[in-house]
């Protein structure tokens, strides 16, 4: 989810479907590389290391944003650098153990939990999201539209009065149902299987169907089924503002007045439920970057496959390369998802070609001013050059 500096809500992820905006060079000093995680960890070359640190310092100088922490995984070795600081006019330094809130990095969570249940046959993908979440609009759409972002369901975001209501106050609470309640009064996009479009009420939707069919909270579901199989031990699907130290302090213009970034650290999470609540680390985003591209400890090959498949027939504005599936993305080559949320953004990308993983952390949803690129994707962006790819 995003907002533009006037307030108005939009919807992320669209300019997945349309390439990357790439990233301009400028100068600037940055921090140096913090030490890689692990001993055993064999380093990317010094040369390779220094292209890729100079892509956080010029980005940072660019856009302005306090900090930034990446990982760069290749066959040849790895890479972990950090640029700028944990909060604004802070000199601490981003590390790799910091907590940061991961926007609609969660739909990749939300979309696996989906195909879990899927794959134990407890549900089939061709069931209509009015059997588990009555009353939306397109009550037939099924499951796998509603993933995919074909079932014509408008995002909550298009309501004034919503949008207005957390930009004014921020750290209040929601509930699920009051964000679908705000969608039950509008019209549908289009009929369902006949258009695409980015939408956080899809997946706010699935996460009730997920609550439904298991009998248990979503903080309980994600714990069970993602967090704890994979280790990720510092991730959770949290209930309030807080987040647990050490954690990256969010710098946003949404809601603000002039030019004059808000902190947006303790804006309430719950206003993305299961479109963006997650919060997690650069650690565990490496883990779960290896378990979205390989399916590991968390899908059936079968089931993995299922998701790779759903990319193929995503319709346009999307294409076979640079397309939309059952939360996932493949951008050009590189299979993942960004995350957007008042005060961070976040990319997640694997290449298959080259059995590469991309891990982006920046403590900003600050576009750049000319081109309005969001700050983790044009790191992005800059890495993949700087990588010759």
Not at 38 to 51: I, K, Y
Not at 216 to 240: C, D, H, N
Request: aromatic letters at 6%; one cysteine or more.
């Amino acid at each position: 989810m995003s907002m533009t500096k006037s307030g108005r809500i939009v919807a992320v992820m669209a300019a997945l479907a349309l390439g990357v905006a790439a990233l301009s060079a400028c100068s600037g000093t940055g921090s140096a590389p913090p030490a890689t995680a692990s001993p055993t960890v064999t380093a990317l070359s010094a040369s390779q290391s220094q292209a890729l640190q100079a892509v956080l310092n010029d980005a940072r100088s660019a856009l302005g944003f306090p900090g930034v922490i990446a990982r760069v995984i290749t066959p040849e070795g790895e890479w972990t650098g950090s640029a700028g600081a944990t909060a604004a006019g802070g000199t601490t330094k981003p590390g790799s153990g910091d907590h940061t809130r991961i926007g609609s990095l969660t739909k990749t969570m939300t979309a696996t939990i989906l195909l879990q249940l899927v794959g134990e046959g407890k549900v089939s993908l061709d069931d209509p999201i009015s059997k588990y979440v009555p009353d939306l609009p397109n009550p037939d759409a099924t499951l796998r539209q509603v993933a995919d972002m074909t079932s014509g369901i408008p995002s909550y975001t298009l309501d004034q009065q919503v949008t207005d209501r957390y930009l004014t106050s921020p750290q209040d609470p929601w509930t699920p149902a009051q964000l679908l309640d705000a969608v039950r009064t509008l019209p549908p996009s289009f009929a369902p299987g006949q258009g695409w479009q980015y939408s956080n009420s899809n997946y706010v939707a699935l996460g009730q169907f997920i609550e439904k069919v298991t009998g248990q909270p979503l903080a309980e579901v994600f714990q069970k089924r993602i967090f704890t199989p994979l280790g990720m031990t510092q991730s959770s699907y949290p209930s309030g503002t807080d987040l647990p130290a050490p954690y990256l302090a969010g710098a946003t213009l949404q809601g603000a007045t002039g030019n004059t970034p808000r902190d947006a650290t303790h804006f309430n999470p719950t206003f993305a439920a299961s479109a963006g609540q997650v919060v997690s680390t650069l650690d565990d985003m490496t883990k779960w970057a290896h378990a979205l591209a390989t399916g590991d400890k968390v899908l059936t090959p079968a089931m993995q496959q299922v998701r790779r498949d759903s990319i193929l027939t995503s319709p346009p504005p999307n294409s076979a390369t640079a397309g939309y599936g059952i939360g996932i993305g493949n951008r050009n080559g590189w299979w993942g998802h960004d995350g957007d949320i008042p005060g961070y953004t976040t990319s997640v990308y694997h290449s298959y070609d080259h059995d590469a993983t991309l891990v982006v952390l920046v403590n900003s949803d600050i576009g750049d001013a000319k081109t309005g690129a969001a700050p983790a994707p044009a790191v992005f962006a800059g890495l993949v050059k700087a990588l010759g790819w």
